[in-house]
C-alpha cells in the first residue's frame, strides 16, 4: 500500500521554525526523488524542495535557498523539511511528494507532474 503521511505543520511567528516530516512506504522511498510542495489559495501548486533519496543530493527553489534544508532517515523512510527564517508567504498547504523520477542530467525536479504520489498535506500559517 503506498503512502505519504506528512506532520508538522502549524502556526509560527514570522523568523521562525518548523520541520515538516514524511513518512512514506518503502516502495516510494527506496532511489528515488521525494519533493516538498506547496500551495496557497488561488495559486499553482509550486515546488519548494526535492532529495534523491539513493544519494542524499538536494534541489531547492530559488525563494527557499538558504532557509529551508530538506534531509532523510534512511531508518524511518522519512523524508523532512526544515524551515527556518520563517516568512508570511511561505503560509501554505505543503505536500510531500514521492516517486519522482531521477535524471543524471537534471537530478531531481520541482514541477508537480513529475511525481506520482502525493499526502494529505500539512498546514503551514506564518503571522
Known amino acids: 500500500h503506498v503512502q505519504l503521511v506528512e506532520s508538522g505543520g502549524g502556526l509560527v511567528q514570522p523568523g521562525g521554525s518548523l520541520r515538516l516530516s514524511c513518512a512514506a512506504s518503502g516502495d516510494i522511498y527506496s532511489s528515488n526523488c521525494m519533493g516538498w510542495f506547496r500551495q496557497s489559495p488561488g495559486k499553482e501548486r509550486e515546488g519548494v524542495a526535492a532529495?534523491?533519496?539513493?544519494?542524499?543530493?538536494?534541489y531547492y527553489a530559488d525563494s527557499v535557498k538558504g532557509r529551508f534544508t530538506i534531509s532523510q532517515d534512511n531508518a524511518k523512510n522519512t523524508v523532512y523539511l526544515q524551515m527556518n527564517s520563517l516568512k508570511p508567504e511561505d503560509t501554505a498547504m505543503y505536500y510531500c511528494?514521492?516517486?519522482?523520477?531521477?535524471?543524471?542530467?537534471?537530478?531531481?525536479?520541482?514541477?508537480?507532474?513529475?511525481?506520482?504520489?502525493w499526502g494529505q498535506g500539512t498546514q503551514v500559517t506564518v503571522s
Open positions: 532529495i534523491y533519496t539513493g544519494a542524499g543530493s538536494t
Open positions: 511528494a514521492g516517486d519522482g523520477p531521477f535524471t543524471g542530467g537534471g537530478g531531481c525536479g520541482l514541477r508537480r507532474w513529475e511525481y506520482n504520489y
